[in-house]
């Protein structure tokens, strides 16, 4: 399927605002859009790993790509995960997508069944034959027990309804060799997940993040990809400096295996961005833990203003 754009620069993987049963947050969605739009993102992901897609109902996907695709009109391209253990929940998924607005979809692999890359490889073949958008693959093996190995990737690549990778992995090593394999076929869209290393996957060749502290931040994320672009490397670095502060700040915390999606929402709260309740069986943190994150916060929020808005 021939698609009449292109992918690229900072897709933020949107979380999914929730209300305290578990139902869609509209308000707060609506608010998270127009914040994340007014930053100057370059596209949008939901239902990824930082949108909790695997402990949400399928009737809060639907409705959030509705109205994720409603408000965001064609603006910037929304892409749609439809990960999933069945795929014939994934193509339903993909067909809401498609009757919503949505300019692509995005899949990891089936993460409970053991598979190995041929079954793999079917599954992805048998899926982009059956939706009616393009597909992105999604690297993503400390949740879902496998990587995509690169010879499976540069096969599914052929397929033409398969345009592109987000690589979750944090392997640089990966990345770059990905970025080798398909120097020569630009068409072919390489993203990274991580934010920690999005300074040194773009230098690789990598067309941009689907960096989840730009859910806060917007605009530390995409001033970094447009420094890149202007090849300033010294306010590439100074960019990425901050955003490894907020990292270091926001989503560590021994304690939790969760701490990333804990912070995150914790720091969202607080902006009124979203209420900060995570889908079983995640949780926020208590409200002690909360107290030492908002100190954090506040830290993180004064550089990134600094860098921002330099004197």
Known sequence: MESNYTLFGIIPPMITPLNPDLSLDVKHTGILLEHLLEGGIHGLFILGTTGEFAGISQDVKSDLIRLTCRKVGSKIPVLVGITGCSLVESIDLASIAKDSGAKALVAAPPFYMNIGQEELQAYYLQLADSVNLPLMLYNMPSHTKMR??????????????IIGIKDSSGDLAYFQELSKKFRDTPEFRIFVGPEEILASTLKMGGHGGVTGGANLFPKLYVQAFEAFQKNDLVRLEELQECILFLSDKLYQNATYKSSYLKGLKAAMSFEGLCQGILAPPLSAYSEGEKSII??????????????LNPS
Not at 151 to 156: F, Q
Not at 294 to 307: G, H, M
Request: glycine fraction near 0%.
């Open 294 to 307: 908002k100190e954090n916060f506040l830290q993180v929020k004064d550089r990134v203003n600094r860098v």
């Open 148 to 161: 995509i190995e690169i010879k499976n990737v540069e096969a599914l690549a052929k397929h033409p309804n």
